[in-house]
């Protein structure tokens, strides 16, 4: 069985899209819902004691690169509190389980991150429930391709900047007051923050905005150590780009741009996951770690 350690070619390590990827799911979407499934590392990451007995809260941990940022914590020893929507609750269960799996604690906390009172509940959640909170994993995010800004509604805009910014700076600051030394946060961008598509305005928008709000708060909490670090994904295959993520025609050619000519798995970002809130990365904070098939990046 090959796992993230195995020498293989990214190039044909998993495949190109075709017509069957063109499908439409509402609300947020779901793995359940999802084909071709999305690999998040359930048979394939393997891990080696590189969290041990850390505390973990991923958010957008039901699908996607969530999921496969919960399993790799997980299965390198970590306990997580999962957020995510009421609705996801199908998806939730099989990460709840791969967790149980891997001998750690898992604490599913469904909720909405557009509300202030659930962020400060989700990291009391951790404390609660695991102890203490270590790695924050800021991972969920909205995106929804609408080709004019004619078309963006303020509440489509007022959703995407509430999940996408908001949710950080209350769930960051929530976070800061119960971390100790040596405790990492680890924000999630996206290649939209330097190449914006002109069908993202409002999202990509946002992932600029989370560059910078990471960089600065890694200068101000330093001293503290305390640790903020950005994974910017390129393309990857999830339930959001199903979910009105990418015009649906779109979704046959999607990836095929990046250097390495197909898309990205959540699986594959796993490990830059990991590699930031480990002690492994102890001297790097206010960085992004470009995960995106080769596009080059400021
Ligand atoms: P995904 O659909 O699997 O995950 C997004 C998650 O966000 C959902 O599962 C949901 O649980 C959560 N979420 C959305 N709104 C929420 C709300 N109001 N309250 C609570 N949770 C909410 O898709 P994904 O692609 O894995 O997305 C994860 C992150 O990766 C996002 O921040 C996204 O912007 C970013 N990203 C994705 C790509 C890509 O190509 N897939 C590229 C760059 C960046
Ligand atoms: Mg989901």
């Known amino acids: 069985m090959s796992d993230q350690y195995s020498l293989q070619d990214p190039t044909t390590q998993y495949p190109k899209p075709d017509d069957s990827w063109k499908a439409y799911q509402e609300g947020p979407g779901t793995e359940q819902e999802q084909h071709p499934k999305p690999d998040a590392g359930e048979s394939t990451y393997r891990g080696t004691g590189r969290l041990e007995g850390r505390k973990a809260v991923v958010t957008g941990a039901d699908s996607g690169i969530g999921r496969a940022a919960a399993l790799a914590f997980a299965r390198e020893g970590a306990d997580v509190v999962l957020s995510y929507l009421p609705s996801e609750e199908e998806d939730a269960k099989e990460v709840v389980r791969l967790i149980e799996e891997a ?25 609660d429930e695991l102890g203490g909170l270590d790695i924050l994993a800021n991972v969920a995010g909205k995106q929804q391709t609408q080709e004019s800004i004619e078309d963006i509604t303020t509440e489509q805009f007022d959703e995407t900047m509430k999940t996408n910014v908001y949710s950080l700076f209350w769930t960051c600051k929530a976070a800061v007051k119960v971390m ?20 993202l305005v409002d999202y990509a928008s946002t992932k600029a905005q989370i560059n910078a709000f990471s960089k600065g708060l890694a200068g101000q909490v330093a001293p503290k150590g305390i640790r903020v670090n950005v994974v910017a994904p390129g393309p990857i295959w999830t339930p959001l780009q199903q979910a009105g993520g990418q015009p649906t025609e779109a979704l046959s050619e999607f990836g095929l741009q990046t250097p390495m000519g197909r898309p990205g798995q959540p699986a594959e970002l796993g490990p830059a996951y990991v590699f930031l809130a480990s002690a492994e990365s102890s001297y790097i904070s206010g960085e992004t770690l470009n995960v995106n098939g080769g596009m080059p990046t400021p």
């Open 103 to 127: 001998g750690r604690k898992a604490v599913a906390f469904p909720g909405d991150l557009k509300e202030e009172a659930y962020c400060e509940q989700l990291v009391q959640k951790a404390v």
């Open 180 to 199: 100790e030394p040596g405790s990492t946060i680890i924000n999630t961008s996206s290649i939209q923050a330097y190449e914006p598509s002109p069908t």
